[in-house]
């Protein structure tokens, strides 16, 4: 049995699911090829008797670019995959939305994994709610999710289809959540990012580490977020605070915001799913990680 798995990663949790289910997948003796996203050829994936697909959460779905390459895929028709994430607070819509997307190619998706992650963006406060995560017990069982998958492979392939998982529940309060964060509200209320060529080292980080290409500095003016997924990464990858924006206006809605997600994840510790490792009480919303990195990097 050949597996391939696919992930999109920028501060390396996805990647350490995606290593670790890999590390159970090989453990049942089974191949496992690992890719990044940017460097996935789609030719080759017909060649994988199973292939999984692993991403951040950003605003309680997929990353807008990687709903753009699932629908971009060509007729899969018959093929089996799973889809994993990892994120802080809330997976919404995420694993069940890849899903969705990947039947439209004729996928069945045959296993779902999420995983609670430290979380960082300019416009957070940190420590955050996540922070310690993942923990050992998440670690252990992105490794076990590996190992099911190659016997629930097996016998789905016998034609025992009665062990094709259904969607994973979704509390209908982050459905409306990400139904509203949809690419047109994130681009509007998302700040305008520009950079300040006095501060800019030529170092190209922002460029490489933008999952869109969306950047070149070395353009008079720099262009930027162009195109734009609005995940920030070259702000938080920049070491002299050159990229700036002003992310005041959403960071202002961290108190209400985090009030609902201390809701989500006492109700997820209640399951056994999730463990407090930070004093929620001790979270400073006025120090959001923009003017943390501000000071460190003065
Ligand atoms: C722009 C942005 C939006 C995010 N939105 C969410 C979210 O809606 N729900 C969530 O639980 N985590 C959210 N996160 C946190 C990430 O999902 C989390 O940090 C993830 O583990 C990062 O994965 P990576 O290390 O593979 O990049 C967001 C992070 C960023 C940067």
Same mark, same amino acid.
């Given at each position: 049995?050949?597996?391939?798995?696919?992930?999109? %990663?920028?501060?390396?949790?996805?990647?350490?699911?995606? &290593?670790?289910?890999? &590390?159970?997948?090989?453990?049942?003796?089974?191949?496992? #090829?690992?890719?990044?996203?940017?460097?996935?050829?789609?030719?080759?994936?017909?060649?994988?008797?199973?292939?999984?697909?692993?991403?951040?959460?950003?605003?309680?779905?997929?990353?807008?670019?990687?709903?753009?390459?699932?629908?971009?895929?060509?007729?899969?028709?018959?093929?089996?995959?799973?889809?994993?994430?990892?994120?802080?607070?809330?997976?919404?819509?995420?694993?069940?939305?890849?899903?969705?997307?990947?039947?439209?190619?004729?996928?069945?998706?045959?296993?779902?994994?999420?995983?609670?992650? #430290?979380?960082?963006?300019?416009?957070?406060?940190?420590?955050?709610?996540?922070?310690?995560?993942?923990?050992?017990?998440?670690?252990?069982?992105?490794?076990?999710?590996?190992?099911?998958?190659?016997?629930?492979?097996?016998?789905?392939?016998?034609?025992?289809?009665?062990?094709?998982?259904?969607?994973?529940?979704?509390?209908?309060?982050?459905?409306? %959540?990400? &139904?509203?964060?949809?690419?047109?509200?994130?681009?509007?209320?998302?700040?305008?990012?520009?950079?300040?060529?006095?501060?800019?080292?030529?170092?190209?980080?922002?460029?490489?580490?933008?999952?869109?290409?969306?950047?070149?500095?070395?353009?008079?003016?720099?262009?930027?977020? %162009?195109?734009?997924?609005?995940?920030?990464?070259?702000?938080?990858?920049?070491?002299? $605070?050159?990229?700036?924006? #002003?992310?005041? $206006?959403?960071? %202002?809605?961290?108190?209400?915001?985090?009030?609902?997600?201390?809701?989500?994840?006492?109700?997820?510790?209640?399951?056994?799913?999730?463990?407090?490792?930070?004093?929620?009480?001790?979270?400073?919303?006025?120090?959001?990680?923009?003017?943390?990195?501000?000071?460190?990097?003065?």
């Amino acid at each position: 049995m050949k597996t391939l798995i696919i992930y999109f %990663s920028q501060t390396g949790y996805t990647k350490k699911a995606a &290593e670790l289910i890999r &590390e159970g997948i090989m453990a049942t003796g089974g191949k496992c #090829d690992l890719v990044p996203l940017n460097q996935v050829k789609v030719k080759t994936l017909a060649g994988y008797d199973l292939v999984g697909l692993g991403c951040p959460v950003f605003y309680y779905q997929e990353p807008f670019h990687l709903r753009d390459f699932i629908d971009k895929l060509p007729d899969l028709k018959g093929k089996l995959w799973f889809v994993f994430c990892s994120h802080g607070s809330v997976v919404g819509i995420a694993l069940n939305s890849m899903a969705e997307h990947l039947r439209k190619k004729g996928v069945s998706v045959i296993g779902y994994f999420d995983m609670y992650a #430290d979380a960082s963006a300019p416009f957070i406060p940190h420590p955050t709610t996540t922070t310690g995560h993942p923990d050992k017990i998440d670690l252990e069982r992105a490794q076990a999710f590996g190992r099911e998958i190659v016997p629930r492979w097996e016998q789905i392939t016998r034609g025992d289809e009665s062990l094709i998982p259904a969607l994973p529940p979704v509390d209908e309060e982050w459905v409306k %959540s990400a &139904e509203m964060f949809n690419f047109e509200l994130v681009k509007n209320i998302m700040p305008q990012l520009t950079v300040n060529r006095e501060k800019c080292i030529g170092c190209g980080q922002c460029e490489e580490s933008c999952p869109v290409q969306g950047i070149e500095i070395g353009t008079d003016p720099p262009r930027i977020q %162009s195109p734009c997924i609005y995940c920030c990464f070259c702000v938080e990858v920049c070491p002299v $605070m050159a990229i700036e924006g #002003d992310f005041e $206006m959403i960071a %202002s809605m961290n108190p209400g915001h985090y009030a609902r997600l201390k809701v989500a994840l006492d109700e997820a510790a209640a399951r056994g799913e999730f463990r407090w490792l930070v004093d929620f009480d001790k979270i400073d919303y006025d120090d959001y990680m923009y003017k943390q990195w501000e000071r460190e990097r003065k």
